[in-house]
């Protein structure tokens, strides 16, 4: 079979540059990576991984969350009583602050698979948006970082409150 001949608007030399090389490639040097390879193969419940995650990020933890950074933290919403349904432990993208309280694309609200595409995308459905009352946040936010997002948007920690 003849070789296939270059146009000139090929790259000569491709493989192995950026492909695959870890050192090149987006990845996170943090606790919670360190975390996850720990528990790889392993079972426990959701609530203990929860438990263990909160613990994993308490150094990067604050009282005064960020626009446009991600968060997870212990949530008791004022009005639970009229809502269909809340999610105790949500892991929001921190769409801006408004009077006080935050606007937040909670991606617990979507199924497992659609959550990579919508934090690539940096576009969350409607249904994920919901304002959170800071002060009913157990004050503390357990900041998650970017890279650690499509890992963290994948463990089973939410925890979801439906009335009847």
Not at 26 to 53: D, H, L, V
Request: net charge positive; hydrophobic share 30%.
């Amino acid at each position: 079979m003849p070789q296939t001949q270059q146009s000139g608007k090929q790259q000569s030399d491709t493989a192995g540059k950026g492909f695959g090389d870890s050192s090149l490639s987006p990845s996170s040097n943090s606790k919670f990576s360190a975390y996850i390879e720990s528990i790889k193969g392993k079972k426990m419940s959701a609530s203990t991984m929860r438990e263990q995650i909160m613990n994993t990020l308490f150094d990067g933890a604050t009282d005064n969350p960020t626009t446009g950074k991600w968060y997870i933290f212990q949530y008791d919403p004022k009005f639970k009583a009229q809502l269909k349904e809340w999610d105790e432990y949500p892991l929001i993208h921190v769409m801006e602050v408004k009077k006080g309280n935050l606007l937040g694309a909670n991606i617990h609200y979507m199924n497992v698979r659609a959550r990579l595409g919508a934090i690539n995308n940096n576009r969350f459905p409607a249904k994920t948006l919901h304002y959170y009352i800071p002060r009913r946040a157990d004050s503390i936010f357990f900041e998650v970082d970017d890279l650690d997002v499509p890992v963290m948007s994948q463990c089973p920690i939410e925890k979801f409150h439906r009335n009847k």
